[in-house]
């Protein structure tokens, strides 16, 4: 049954549906001077099943699940599922410039296409990806067409994340923002799992290091599923969040006011710039794991249990820290910080296992023909284990980051541009580490660099979780600038109390 709204306060004023600027529950007057919140009654029965935030946070999950979830089961596999990295490892490169570029400008896309059309753009590129390492497992000769195939990927996946980052933190109310969060990284990692088993059971009795085209045509046709998936979904302009607030996507009347957008977020909350470095860290460790690790070091057959195990653990990685997030008994500030102590404890732990390991190999010790670890040789069992602890870390990692940024608004518009930063920042440094490791970089280079830049994004995350978390994000936090039609800022500064 739905959640019944809580009473109407009798103060509470009512907006016009097609106001511009900065919204989510909230309203102001013409002199943006005062703003109040503003309750819904929710739709019961079916429609209020289907309009219910928790069931349109699992539908987006499965987008996910079907789309990027299988690109990250694909890309575990290290090298693509391919024998040599190099061709995986330049296509990735390729792929997150053109993301860091397309997710930049994505929140602002986003708010004029709608959510829903930019989900559908973005999931289309997912099938031409994994199209690419089907063609040149036939044709060894088409390691163009997978780079090529990047690029597209990277402008589409800076549209889909961003669009999926906008609904997946303006749906739940505050206190609920951990579990929504979780909620969508589990369904979305099952993906990860899914592909993964796909995978194993199709190379479970190779002692190979590639996988074959049974593996890549099943991954195409899952993933082709993903895309019809945003069709299903409800327009965000009808949605009200579980304690009556109504869920609001501002329409900006022109393309210029939507970039101008872009400098409004970053003037009216630039703490959000310290978020900057654990965005830029935030997928530069998957180059070290999947291919200096997993594809350096296993065969297919073990490079596909570890790839299943990995996202397994992102389940429960997801789940644990989103639960932490959302215990209500200890205040959002303590909670903030406790996630950051513990993912500065998993790094360390994390990295100082791996160095042992890494300390004994490099690329010239264990050429891509070699013959790999498998999964009844001795040293696999604690091997496994690090991998597992890796990917908690990644699922804590992720989600912390999220929480972050939702604890700093509840504003569809603003999130989308935040969540635009993180993952054009984060792309950036995904196509730096990638490019490198095309190079031929030593792995025990790229290794140090991930630990380093890990502790760096931490370090200067605790002085913004020091001076912008708090209990409750309030009104002249939230809707602090109003843009009209021409461009002009109204920052808003007064609490009505």
């Known amino acids: 049954m739905a959640d019944a709204p809580p009473p109407v306060d009798p103060k509470a004023r009512r907006h016009s549906a097609g106001a511009s600027g900065y919204g989510s529950g909230t309203s102001f007057n013409d002199t943006a001077s005062q703003f109040l919140p503003e309750f819904y009654e929710r739709p019961t029965g079916i429609r209020g099943v289907y309009y219910n935030p928790?069931?349109?946070?699992?539908?987006?999950?499965?987008?996910?699940?079907?789309?990027?979830?299988?690109?990250?089961?694909?890309?575990?596999?290290?090298?693509?599922?391919?024998?040599?990295?190099?061709?995986?490892?330049?296509?990735?490169?390729?792929?997150?410039?053109?993301?860091?570029?397309?997710?930049?400008?994505?929140?602002?896309i986003n708010n004029v296409l709608g959510p829903r059309l930019t989900l559908?753009?973005?999931?289309?590129?997912?099938?031409?990806?994994?199209?690419?390492?089907?063609?040149?497992?036939?044709?060894?000769?088409?390691?163009?067409?997978?780079?090529?195939?990047?690029?597209?990927?990277?402008?589409?996946?800076?549209?889909?994340?961003t669009a999926q980052g906008s609904l997946m933190l303006a749906y739940p109310t505050e206190s609920q923002k951990g579990g929504f969060i979780a909620i969508f990284w589990s369904i979305f990692n099952l993906g990860g799992v899914i592909g993964a088993s796909v995978a194993l059971g199709q190379n479970h009795d190779s002692k190979e290091n590639a996988v074959g085209n049974g593996t890549y045509i099943g991954f195409l046709a899952l993933t082709g599923l993903g895309v019809i998936i945003p069709f299903l979904m409800a327009d965000p302009d009808k949605m009200i969040r579980t304690d009556g607030t109504k869920v609001t996507t501002p329409r900006q009347p022109s393309w210029k006011t939507e970039f101008y957008g872009l400098y409004v977020?970053?003037?009216?909350?630039?703490?959000?710039?310290?978020?900057?470095?654990?965005?830029?860290?935030?997928?530069w460790f998957y180059t070290w794991q999947f291919n200096d690790y997993n594809a350096a070091l296993f065969n297919i057959r073990a490079r596909s249990l570890n790839n299943l195990v990995y996202w397994l653990a992102q389940i429960i990685g997801s789940v644990s820290i989103g639960l932490l997030l959302d215990q209500h008994q200890y205040t959002r500030r303590f909670r903030a910080f406790a996630a950051w102590a513990i993912l500065l404890l998993f790094v360390?732990?994390?990295?100082?296992?791996?160095?042992?390991?890494?300390?004994?190999?490099?690329?010239?010790?264990?050429?891509?023909?070699?013959?790999?670890?498998?999964?009844?040789?001795?040293?696999?069992?604690?091997?496994?284990?690090?991998?597992?602890?890796?990917?908690?870390?990644?699922?804590?990692?992720?989600?912390?980051?999220?929480?972050?940024?939702?604890?700093?608004?509840?504003?569809?518009?603003?999130?989308?541009?935040?969540?635009?930063?993180?993952?054009?920042?984060?792309?950036?440094?995904?196509?730096?580490?990638?490019?490198?490791?095309?190079?031929?970089?030593?792995?025990?280079?790229?290794?140090?660099?991930?630990?380093?830049?890990?502790?760096?994004?931490?370090?200067?995350?605790?002085p913004m979780i020091h001076l912008r978390v708090r209990d409750h994000t309030e009104y002249e936090d939230e809707v602090i600038a109003h843009m009209d039609e021409l461009r002009h800022v109204n920052t808003v500064t007064q609490d009505p109390g």
């Open 54 to 108: 928790y069931v349109q946070v699992v539908l987006l999950g499965f987008v996910c699940f079907m789309c990027p979830g299988l690109f990250n089961a694909l890309n575990g596999l290290g090298a693509g599922g391919q024998l040599d990295s190099e061709t995986s490892a330049n296509a990735n490169s390729t792929l997150y410039a053109t993301f860091a570029v397309a997710a930049f400008f994505a929140g602002s």
């Open 348 to 462: 360390f732990v994390v990295h100082t296992w791996a160095y042992f390991y890494q300390r004994h190999y490099t690329r010239e010790s264990i050429p891509p023909d070699s013959d790999k670890m498998d999964i009844d040789d001795p040293p696999y069992a604690a091997h496994v284990l690090l991998y597992i602890v890796c990917g908690l870390l990644d699922a804590m990692w992720q989600t912390t980051a999220y929480w972050m940024m939702g604890a700093m608004s509840n504003d569809p518009a603003k999130l989308a541009y935040f969540t635009g930063f993180y993952k054009s920042i984060q792309s950036a440094g995904a196509a730096g580490v990638w490019r490198a490791d095309a190079v031929k970089i030593p792995y025990m280079n790229i290794f140090i660099s991930t630990w380093v830049l890990l502790v760096a994004g931490l370090v200067f995350a605790l």
């Open 120 to 161: 559908l753009l973005g999931s289309s590129g997912y099938c031409i990806y994994i199209s690419s390492y089907l063609v040149v497992n036939i044709h060894s000769d088409a390691g163009g067409f997978v780079i090529g195939a990047g690029a597209i990927l990277g402008i589409c996946a800076g549209l889909l994340w």
């Open 265 to 283: 977020a970053l003037r009216t909350d630039p703490l959000i710039v310290l978020l900057f470095p654990m965005f830029f860290a935030s997928n």
